[in-house]
């Protein structure tokens, strides 16, 4: 299979950009990875490298914070629990000593 | 060459007491003496960022490079910065390809289904070799990118290195202590699905359920009043904390998921829905600054009638003019890219751009 030129490229490319169809143009890059130049396959491996990084580092951001709130839901439910405890074990007492 | 060698091995004591702890630097022979390095330093000096970033100037070292015998013992100081710069670029690309592994490359491609795709088409070996060399290049060619690039590599390896441990604990005490068990048999009955399409729909679905359970937990402004509102029924109170006891422990189970699979579908659909995430230059805002093969013909027309007796040029100075037109043009859409932002399909169109530049012989 012939490469695909990168003028010829270039020329997609600027469809993409001007209709700012980025969808279409991500299916596009991964459709026809295999048919571009080692150059240009190289390059944009690097770029795919560079988002999937920025993507993880903001997931990883989100998760994290996620996973401090979750953390923290759990021990004031657990807190929570405790004062219904509490306030079970006072009713049934109260009853015990026929005060409530 | 002998002599600026001579004289940077003698300096090279004071240099090195003078310059920051680090890694282990190249030596000034090695580089000038291996073509990929000497490329490399070349285009450093070209690029000049790192050098002015220290108080360098780029012209001054090229010109004492171009004469070496003239070198005067004041300048050998900054030749040996220069070096150290270089080694320590290097050092950096090296230390993030490093993370770069056959073994990883398909965790972090959870991330970006075009990553995905290319290793599919080319395989995790040769998807790892493009990375790792293209880092050193990049290293050099565009610092701030690269920069960027190393503190979010940074970020996440600080993250798996302590936060990510910790955490994990952390719910694990919890879970202990509350007798909390995530509940994963709804994934484990969806990853048993053999219908990729169907499984990957389900899954996001599902996660998205955990998710809406989640933001609707943390967006009540009543979440801890409404127990102690709940009165007087105090076993209804408990099984609702039980309730939210077991969604909070399921969605916590899952962001510690390591099946692939899981972690790519809450990636994505926690990252489509962060507003947070590093903002990216939209692929329309290339419209008015790329130019198409007509305009860059124009544009070379227009140059050309700046330059004086053209029609008198020897080819060969011809060629100077045409290589002079490139580079500036290269320079001016580098600049007007980097001034609507960063981003992927910057990056891929200035990319493009060159290349689509070098195939043209303009006439």
Known sequence: MEPIATMSLYKTFLGFVESGDEAAARAYLTDHFAEFPEDVQERLTLIFFEDALRSRAAATKEIGRMQQEGLQALRDLAVEDRKLDDQAHIADLKKQLGTE | ?363
Request: aromatic share 6%; net charge negative.
């Open chain 2, 1 to 363: 060459m002998d002599i600026l060698e001579e004289s940077i091995k003698h300096d090279k004591e004071v240099a090195a007491a003078a310059a920051p702890a680090g890694p282990e630097q190249p030596k000034f022979s090695d580089i000038l003496n291996k073509p990929e390095d000497q490329t490399r330093f070349t285009k450093m000096l070209e690029q000049g960022d790192l050098l002015r970033a220290e108080g360098l100037d780029p012209g001054v070292i090229i010109d004492l490079l171009a004469q070496p015998e003239t070198v005067a013992p004041g300048d050998i100081a900054k030749l040996a910065r220069a070096q150290e710069i270089y080694g320590e670029q290097v050092a950096h690309a090296k230390e993030i390809a490093e993370t770069v592994t056959e073994g990883n490359i398909d965790d972090l491609a959870t991330s970006s289904p075009e990553l995905q795709n290319a290793i599919k088409v080319r395989g995790a070996k040769q998807m790892t070799a493009f990375i790792q060399k293209q880092l050193s290049e990049l290293a050099i060619s565009d610092p701030v990118r690269f920069e960027e690039m190393r503190t979010d590599q940074n970020a996440l390896a600080a993250w798996q290195a302590t936060e990510s441990a910790r955490l994990k604990g952390e719910f694990e005490k919890i879970c202990k202590q509350r007798h909390i068990e995530p509940d994963t048999s709804t994934i484990v009955r969806i990853l048993n699905d053999p219908n990729p399409h169907t499984r990957t729909q389900e899954l996001r679905a599902e996660i998205n359920s955990q998710l809406g359970f989640w933001r609707g937990l943390f967006t009540s402004e009543k979440t801890f009043k409404e127990f102690q509102a709940l009165g007087g029924d105090i076993q209804t109170a408990k099984t609702e904390i039980q309730r939210r006891t077991e969604g909070v422990g399921n969605l916590m189970g899952l962001m510690l998921e390591e099946n692939l699979e899981v972690r790519r579908a809450l990636m994505l659909e926690i990252v489509g829905k962060n507003p947070e995430r590093a903002p990216q230059m939209p692929l329309k805002d290339l419209y008015t600054i790329l130019p198409t093969e007509t305009q860059m013909d124009a544009d070379w027309q227009n140059h050309k009638m700046t330059i004086r007796n053209w029609g008198r040029m020897s080819e060969y100075d011809k060629d100077l003019e045409r290589a002079h037109f490139e580079e500036e043009y290269q320079e001016t859409m580098r600049q007007r890219v980097a001034a609507k932002g960063t981003g992927m399909w910057a990056a891929f169109a200035l990319f493009l751009f060159g290349g689509a530049l070098k195939t043209k012989r303009f006439k």
